[in-house]
């Protein structure tokens, strides 16, 4: 089956630690993996997708076929980063995780 | 602003009435798909569009139907609701139709009262 896991719901930390959201997924093929973030009263939006190898925001994944895994890593969070962040798979069609909200505290 | 329009923001309807949401894509976006998002179940991807024709389905009830106009716009009916329905649905498009960069509209609340 193909599925989309972020076993956080809620990831809470200070201003200047790092930061790890998973993201693990399920998919028979080759994945195409996304990270999306929705901040406060703004819409959904593409944060970075994993064939692009880029860095946003200060935000890396790295997609890890043996561990069917795309974590979402920052080294030093920012109060800006607080938001619901998702996880998706594109088969036919974007399978969403569950999305972790990512609190910030000064 | 992605350029994805989505009308109306707020629906507020009662048991077994139909409603009709409307999106406008981004200019260019031939893409349209509509997706439900409620507290229990995430975002749900409900059904795609290509130039006006079907081209990918996902657990869209029967009781909803979409389609996609020559103008590119698309309209989600929902009949015979039911108090489940109630959720934030989100319309999003994209250039490329197997793409997972989708560019999201504000969405639509509907509450089933």
């Known amino acids: 089956a193909q599925r989309v896991t972020q076993p956080e719901k809620l990831l809470s930390v200070f201003k200047g630690a790092p930061v790890e959201l998973k993201c693990n997924y399920s998919y028979s093929g080759s994945p195409e993996l996304f990270w999306y973030v929705q901040y406060s009263r703004q819409r959904l939006q593409l944060l970075l997708r994993h064939i692009s190898r880029e860095s946003i925001k200060g935000f890396t994944a790295d997609l890890n076929k043996g561990e069917t895994s795309f974590h979402l890593k920052k080294p030093f969070a920012q109060e800006e980063d607080s938001a619901m962040y998702y996880c998706a798979l594109n088969t036919d069609k974007l399978i969403f995780g569950t999305g972790t909200r990512l609190q910030v505290f000064p | 602003d992605s350029g994805v329009t989505q009308t109306p923001k707020h629906l507020i309807t009662a048991t077994g009435q139909r409603v009709t949401l409307r999106c406008s894509p981004r200019?260019?976006?031939?893409?349209v798909y509509w997706y439900q998002q409620s507290l229990d179940q995430g975002l749900q991807f409900l059904i795609q569009y290509y130039n006006g024709e079907e081209r990918a389905k996902g657990n869209i009830l029967e009781r909803f139907s979409a389609q996609q106009f020559p103008d590119l716009h698309s309209e989600l009916n929902l009949s015979s609701l039911e108090l489940g329905d109630s959720a934030l649905y989100f319309c999003a498009s994209s250039v490329d139709p197997s793409g997972g960069h989708q560019y999201f509209g504000a969405g639509t609340r509907l509450s089933v009262l």
């Open positions: 200019s260019g976006d031939l893409s």
